[in-house]
């Protein structure tokens, strides 16, 4: 069985003097990876959550992360904002999303500089990102900010309405707070209510800057790992759940959010769970609900569960419990790896090692939040479920 104090002893192993590294299959730092902004704030991220549960170290880990996120290489002082990398000067809405993430359970923790990092991030997330025009988070913009990509993206904002409840669950004025779940519903009534609702439960992931979804994008190379062609079913469960921890923070949730969180779950676990035959959730479909890419992805497997956990603590029903119990059984029997404390990221359809999208085991933000969420109560972030 996995355990969180193992997950976090092999996370530990990221640290670099000045941020934290993409690890490999053996637990160690990839050398030849530049430092990317991404898994910085996903690993500051998760020594937070650890910092809230009183593990020793975890403090002086989610330190580190925030100083290296405020102080570090990535941080852009000419421009402002975050690189994408050491080797990529753009500023991706998805690397500001975890760059919020991070700010704000580093501050719902109480750790030096969390709330500085916070309102920095939030600053140019707000000024930068997103549209209000839109109720969506454009996508990404050269070094300068001079020049803003065509394409629009679901993935981004998926992360967008995770980091801006943790923001919401953070800072201390209720009407910023407001604000911010507010800009979260907008998001997730355009996306889930609106796209995903209106393609019977099969969410578009691309779209042009006119948000125009663009369902036959990346075709030719189907695994990409961050704009993949076709349905994505690991995202389908994330938008499902964060639907829930939205509905869990507003006044007068509307009815739709338990409603739609339920069918687009729903469709990812029928459409998704042996599509190919073989046990697990393959990394996308077709249009037409059949496998592209079979490769296992823990990742999926892993916000399968936690959306069913979600669901099992919102709804009381037995069957989101016995599905997430099930499904987890499976992701210790496929992936787990004992000589790590992680969960391998990649599997064929058979249950060996793959590497056609993910190498190594780069980071814990997935699998730590799984067993967070098990038998916690919902909130708007994971964070404040801990506090």
Known sequence: MTELDGLLAFATRSRLDDGFGYLGDDGAVLADRPQEAWIVARMTHVFGLATLLGRPGADELARHGVTALRDGPLHDDEHGGWRSSTAD??????????????????????????PALLDEALDVWQDRFWDSDAGLAVEEWDAAWSRLSDYRGANANMHG????????????????????RSQALRSVERVVRGWARERDWRLPEHFTAAWEPVPELNRDRPADPFRPYGVTVGHQFEWARLALHLRAVLPEPPSWLLEDAVALFDAAADRGWAADGADGFPYTLGWDDRPVVVARMHWVLCEAVAAAAVLAEVTGEPRYRELAARWRAHGEARFADPGTGSWHHELTAAGELASGTWSGQPDAYHLAQMLLLDGRPVR?????ALR
């Open 161 to 180: 309405v995770e980091a801006t409840l943790a923001a919401a669950d953070a800072v201390a004025d209720p009407a910023r707070a407001a604000r911010l």
């Open 380 to 384: 708007g972030s994971i964070a404040a």
């Open 89 to 114: 000067d753009t500023k991706a809405a998805y690397v500001h999303a975890f760059v919020v993430l991070a700010g704000a359970t580093a501050s719902t923790a109480g750790v030096d500089g969390g």
